[in-house]
């Protein structure tokens, strides 16, 4: 279905299937399709597996709230050994979708190390790859900057409580650059659409569009190296109606403005110094962006990202985040501070 | 009333327990239905042909100058015949020119000579000799003394008996057996490394709510061939292993079979299973640690043969595997929270709402209310309990 996305729209799709057992990574760039899968990272019978695979440390960064690596361990191998469970709690979701970030990094990383070009292969300026150990092996032919969409689908992305936690989900693991395009599978239906199109590809697009893609928005990027707290440029729209908005961003941190799925704004924006949003750094972007379930996503964390390392510092950074994006409901566990954004359950 | 099927862990004071015991190859079954067997009793065996190994004779003896008396090849070079077994190392052939100069040709494994290619002539060209090594063997034994119930020709046999049984959550190591000892800090408390003693040796252990590593270690040591224990902490796990336990396990030789019946963490061992395992501290009990969570669930298991039930009986027994018909929980269920926040607490369906909950998390599921053996009135999602059998 992604493939189908790329022909319908003419642009640049990297897609997500992240399973209870397998995550499938897909890119079609440039009119190239890549299909590649990570048959041991899921997010029920393989989720132990992707604690196999990293430090549990690179779990721990993603979540706003102190927990012994001990108990996140044993945590996760329970869920392996009872698949068919679901998260109560607040701080469970967030484990969850913690592991989730990491299963999609993963795989996503797997699909670079191949998503590159045939080392050998002639190019216009010399032989590919020539000369190169492994480790110095040609990058892969995907910029990020290049990538129009990004898309997600599986239970665990589908079945999300708030759009908004399936769109950081996807930006933080993808980490895409300059103004992208997210979207969803809604139902975890992408699967079943994907092979009623072998045989009625129109009808499978039809429901697609109408049924099973949820547009999430529009995320816009300000990468680089970011200092915290301090500008990382400035801002300038009008929303639908012409109503006009501006706003300074900050280094290191998130915003959402609201844009309806449908709807679309002019945005201005003007970097400073350093700061890429999708041409060059410090270059100012004009572009036209898509509304969604969550709208437009300002993203200034900086790339690569990397939640600070300090403990303290970090879950204050990750409700900041978590609260611009009105990712979850209010908390109320140790560690964690009271609102993380409204309409939670007490 | 829409339901959902909770499956839950079996824990059987007496129960058909079968037990289908194959050979991965085709080979041979060695016992005949009806027959009675014990647990290490060899049900079947087979025999994998060993590797062919070629020594080019004539090549290592260096006969490059076929001009000389000295340089023909001949028959007598060959110290083994067809059918000769030899060691490796050993000199299969060998050459000596003015009685001066020797080099011989030794055999790359240990087998037995299985053909010699010369070509006919007074002065051969070539000498290849070949060579086979032993046959693999392999062998199934019975795992659980009982009844051959079938004859899996080429395969093995299907063994019976009657037993009590009792699944675990999670488990390492592979099928071992012993008599059961209860440890004194069972079923609630952590089973130290300094409360294992020697009189552990060859024992199944049944530990409390969780082992250390140094538990572990010491039980190795004993001798121990198994622990059974309420929950154990991952980095105990890891640091037993050296690495994190696979997603299918059973084939680890860490030198014990670990069991946790309930699962990861320190967790109390459920009454009904600790009731069981006490019941039976003496008896000989069979065990195992694979699990595996796809493509076919296993589970851990501990089997106790009950040697006071006569065979004739066990035909009116419910197998191990059958756990009747899929049925919804119902009021009055006894069920176990299997995830946190209320990880291990048991209770008693006092409520079964129709429509589904929002959760703290916000999500959307089917939801049952558990008062817990400590009176706390619970609402679960019904996904995240077990019902106890």
Redesign the interface.
């Known amino acids: 279905m992604f493939r189908r996305v790329a022909e319908r729209f003419r642009e640049n799709v990297l897609g997500v299937g992240l399973g209870g057992?397998t995550t499938n990574v897909y890119s079609i760039y440039r009119g190239k399709y890549l299909a590649t899968l990570s048959a041991?990272l899921g997010m029920s019978?393989?989720i132990?597996?992707v604690?196999?695979e990293i430090e549990a440390g690179r779990i721990t960064r993603w979540l706003p709230f102190r927990v012994e690596?001990?108990?996140l361990?044993?945590?996760i191998?329970?869920?392996?050994?009872?698949?068919?469970?679901?998260?109560?709690?607040?701080?469970?979701?967030l484990i969850e979708h913690a592991v989730a970030r990491e299963a999609i990094r993963l795989g996503l990383q797997e699909h670079m190390t191949l998503a590159s070009p045939l080392r050998g292969a002639v190019s216009e300026t010399g032989l590919i790859g020539a000369g190169f150990t492994a480790s110095e092996a040609p990058a892969s032919y995907i910029d990020m900057k290049e990538v129009d969409w990004i898309c997600g689908t599986g239970g665990l992305l589908s079945?999300a409580?708030?759009r908004a936690q399936s769109a950081l989900i996807l930006i933080d693991s993808f980490q895409p650059e300059g103004v992208t395009k997210l979207a969803q599978d809604s139902i975890f239906m992408m699967p079943h659409l994907g092979v009623i199109s072998t045989v009625h590809p129109d009808a499978a697009l039809e429901i697609f569009e109408r049924d099973c893609l949820v547009r999430l928005g529009t995320c816009v990027t300000f990468a680089g190296a970011m200092d915290e707290d301090r500008e990382a440029g400035r801002l300038e729209g009008e929303l639908p109606g012409g109503e006009p908005f501006d706003a300074d961003i900050r280094g290191g941190a998130m915003m959402r403005i609201p844009l309806d799925p449908g709807d679309r704004a002019t945005l201005r924006i003007e970097p400073r110094k350093g700061v890429d949003v999708g041409k060059e750094p410090g270059r100012r972007l004009e572009t036209v962006v898509e509304g969604g379930e969550v709208g437009i996503i300002i993203d200034a964390r900086g790339r690569p990202l990397e939640p600070p390392g300090d403990e303290e510092e970090r879950i204050g950074r990750l409700l900041d985040w978590l609260q611009a994006l009105e990712a979850y409901?209010r908390g109320h566990r140790d560690g964690m501070r009271d609102a993380v954004g409204p309409g939670?359950?007490e | 009333m829409s339901q959902i099927y909770v499956p839950g862990l079996r824990r059987e004071e007496l129960c058909l327990v079968r037990k289908a015991r194959r050979l991965p190859v085709k080979g041979r079954a060695l016992v005949e239905r009806g027959e009675r067997v014990s647990h290490d009793r060899v049900v079947a065996r087979a025999e994998i042909e060993g590797a062919e190994f070629v020594v080019d004779v004539y090549d290592e003896l260096h006969f490059l100058m076929p001009v000389l008396d000295q340089y023909i090849f001949q028959r007598s070079n060959l110290l083994k015949d067809v059918g000769d077994a030899v060691e490796r190392d050993e000199v299969i052939a060998e050459r000596r020119a003015w009685g001066l100069f020797r080099t011989s040709c030794t055999s790359p494994v240990k087998g037995r000579i299985e053909r010699i290619d010369i070509p006919e002539g007074p002065r051969p060209t070539s000498a290849l000799m070949r060579i086979r090594t032993p046959p693999v063997i392999l062998e199934v034994d019975a795992y659980i003394p009982g009844v051959v119930a079938e004859v899996l020709p080429g395969e093995g046999a299907v063994i019976e008996t009657a037993a009590a049984f009792i699944q675990g959550t999670f488990g390492i190591g592979p099928e071992t057996s012993g008599r059961l000892a209860v440890a004194p800090s069972a079923p609630g408390g952590v089973l130290r490394a300094a409360e294992v003693g020697e009189e552990y040796a060859g024992k199944v252990v049944v530990a409390g709510s969780s082992v250390e590593l140094g538990t572990l270690r010491r039980a190795v040591a004993v001798g121990a061939r198994a622990i059974v224990s309420g929950g154990v902490e991952e980095g105990a796990l890891v640091g037993f292993l050296g690495e994190r336990p696979a997603i299918i396990t059973g084939r680890e030789e860490a030198g014990l079979t670990l069991i946790a019946t309930e699962g990861l963490g320190r967790l109390a061992m459920l009454e009904k299973t600790f009731r069981l395992l006490r019941k039976f501290e003496g008896e000989m009990a069979f065990v195992n640690g694979a699990t595996q969570m796809r493509a076919g669930v296993v589970r851990p298991e501990i089997i106790v043969p009950r040697g006071d039930i006569d065979v004739a009986e066990h035909r009116l027994l419910r197998p191990e595997g059958d756990k009747g018909l899929p049925r919804g929980v119902d009021l009055g269920d006894r069920v176990r929270i299997i995830r946190e926040p209320h990880f291990g607490a048991m209770g008693t369906v006092v409520g079964l709402p129709q429509a589904l909950r929002t959760l703290e998390s916000e999500v959307e599921a089917m939801v049952l209310e558990v008062e817990t053996e400590e009176g706390f009135r619970l609402t679960v999602p019904r996904a995240n309990t077990e019902v106890i059998e």
Do not use: M, V
């Open positions: 057992a041991n019978y393989s132990y597996n604690l196999r690596e001990e108990a361990c044993n945590s191998h329970n869920k392996a050994t009872h698949p068919t469970t679901i998260p109560q709690t607040i701080e469970d979701l079945h409580p708030r409901p939670g359950t």
